[in-house]
């Protein structure tokens, strides 16, 4: 039965069934190290040797320890990918590509959260200590804020890293990069095209966050570039949540200033919030308010009417940060490579 044992190699207990590298040393008349070098493709085993221990594998169905192979030969085949969440369609869509692309190159990926904001972190949140650092060949990090506790220990790891969202200084690191600009613009321009500017409204993520600074920054050139002076209350800053985005038409609502405004919100979830509390109160979309989500996430097709939102290239940047961190660990010597990734309005129902 599997749960038996018997007595292997050298007097060694094993459950029956599995097969150790001992085994297969002894069924090919080899030492572990020669079994090991075969497994690991090393041109050292003259021919015959190297096609006795592959005959004896093939035999005993011996499937090597990846750990232990790394161990022996420093590359672990396994990727690190830190964000600061995981929550939502945005980081899901990211993590699923990254996987595939992850595997399509012979790797494992591990996962991790950070705090990307700077604050004090929860016991075993640090970076550092939420990946075993030691036995990754690489690893990519999504940076979102210019005080990530993060940031410095990339700055000086020895470890080919791939940066997402963080154009570092010196450009010495692999980096992605997201055009927030042009898909921001687009999006108040479409806006603009049937409200007054008076009228429009950003609704974002938090202040520092790099992917906000980005949006607003565009929103509001793009209103003083038609001569359209901005009020303070036609931006306003909060986090990448639903409940946000409710809160806040939920306020604009009680100040009799949501009917007939356009909003640009910073991201999908944002949107959905202020169309949902817009919605319970009585109010149309598009009729009385006009909403254009950014990220283009499975949530925006879902909503009722569908979503207008700014496509952000979402799988391409798991897939990419895993092929630029593939190539680093190939070559370490090559020079750093910076991808840039565009965005861009898809119209739909809500503007």
């Given at each position: 039965?599997?749960?038996?044992?018997?007595?292997?190699?050298?007097?060694?207990?094993?459950?029956?069934?599995?097969?150790?590298?001992?085994?297969?040393?002894?069924?090919?008349?080899?030492?572990?190290?020669?079994?090991?070098?075969?497994?690991?493709?090393?041109?050292?085993?003259?021919?015959?040797?190297?096609?006795?221990?592959?005959?004896?594998?093939?035999?005993?169905?011996?499937?090597?320890?990846?750990?232990?192979?790394?161990?022996?030969?420093?590359?672990?085949?396994?990727?690190?990918?830190?964000?600061?969440?995981?929550?939502?369609?945005?980081?899901?869509?990211?993590?699923?590509?990254?996987?595939?692309?992850?595997?399509?190159?012979?790797?494992?990926?591990?996962?991790?959260?950070?705090?990307?904001?700077?604050?004090?972190?929860?016991?075993?949140?640090?970076?550092?200590?939420?990946?075993?650092?030691?036995?990754?060949?690489?690893?990519?990090?999504?940076?979102?804020?210019?005080?990530?506790?993060?940031?410095?220990?990339?700055?000086?790891?020895?470890?080919?890293?791939?940066?997402?969202?963080?154009?570092?200084?010196?450009?010495?690191?692999?980096?992605?990069?997201?055009?927030?600009?042009?898909?921001?613009?687009?999006?108040?321009?479409?806006?603009?095209?049937?409200?007054?500017?008076?009228?429009?409204?950003?609704?974002?993520?938090?202040?520092?966050?790099?992917?906000?600074?980005?949006?607003?920054?565009?929103?509001?050139?793009?209103?003083?570039?038609?001569?359209?002076?901005?009020?303070p209350d036609q931006v306003r800053?909060?986090?990448?949540?639903?409940?946000?985005?409710?809160?806040?038409?939920?306020?604009?609502?009680?100040?009799?200033?949501?009917?007939?405004?356009?909003?640009?919100?910073?991201?999908?979830?944002?949107?959905?919030?202020?169309?949902?509390?817009?919605?319970?109160?009585?109010?149309?979309?598009?009729?009385?308010?006009?909403?254009?989500?950014?990220?283009?996430t499975r949530l925006s097709t879902?909503t009722r009417p569908r979503l207008?939102?700014?496509?952000?290239?979402?799988?391409?940047?798991?897939?990419?940060?895993?092929?630029?961190?593939?190539?680093?660990?190939?070559?370490?010597?090559?020079?750093?490579?910076?991808?840039?990734?565009?965005?861009?309005?898809?119209?739909?129902?809500?503007?």
């Amino acid at each position: 039965m599997g749960s038996e044992q018997q007595s292997g190699p050298a007097g060694v207990r094993k459950l029956a069934g599995a097969v150790s590298i001992q085994d297969v040393a002894d069924a090919a008349q080899v030492s572990i190290a020669t079994v090991s070098r075969v497994i690991n493709g090393h041109q050292l085993v003259a021919i015959e040797t190297a096609a006795r221990v592959r005959a004896a594998i093939e035999r005993l169905g011996f499937r090597p320890n990846r750990f232990a192979q790394g161990l022996m030969t420093r590359k672990s085949k396994l990727l690190g990918l830190a964000v600061p969440d995981l929550h939502g369609e945005f980081y899901s869509s990211i993590l699923r590509a990254a996987d595939t692309a992850a595997r399509k190159a012979g790797y494992h990926l591990l996962v991790t959260t950070f705090d990307g904001t700077g604050k004090p972190a929860a016991e075993g949140d640090e970076l550092i200590s939420s990946l075993p650092m030691s036995l990754l060949d690489g690893m990519a990090v999504m940076i979102t804020e210019p005080n990530s506790r993060a940031l410095e220990y990339i700055r000086t790891s020895a470890l080919p890293v791939v940066m997402i969202d963080l154009d570092p200084s010196g450009g010495d690191r692999d980096t992605i990069l997201i055009d927030n600009t042009t898909g921001a613009r687009e999006a108040t321009e479409h806006l603009l095209s049937a409200t007054p500017g008076s009228n429009l409204r950003f609704v974002g993520g938090p202040e520092a966050n790099f992917d906000t600074v980005q949006r607003s920054r565009a929103f509001m050139s793009v209103l003083s570039e038609r001569g359209i002076t901005l009020r303070p209350d036609q931006v306003r800053f909060g986090d990448y949540t639903m409940e946000w985005g409710r809160r806040w038409a939920q306020e604009a609502a009680s100040a009799g200033a949501l009917k007939g405004c356009a909003v640009l919100a910073g991201n999908d979830e944002i949107a959905w919030g202020i169309m949902t509390a817009a919605q319970d109160g009585g109010l149309s979309i598009p009729g009385d308010v006009r909403v254009v989500g950014f990220d283009d996430t499975r949530l925006s097709t879902l909503t009722r009417p569908r979503l207008s939102t700014v496509h952000m290239p979402l799988a391409q940047i798991g897939t990419s940060a895993i092929e630029l961190l593939a190539r680093r660990i190939a070559d370490p010597q090559a020079s750093p490579e910076k991808v840039r990734l565009s965005t861009s309005l898809v119209k739909r129902e809500t503007s």
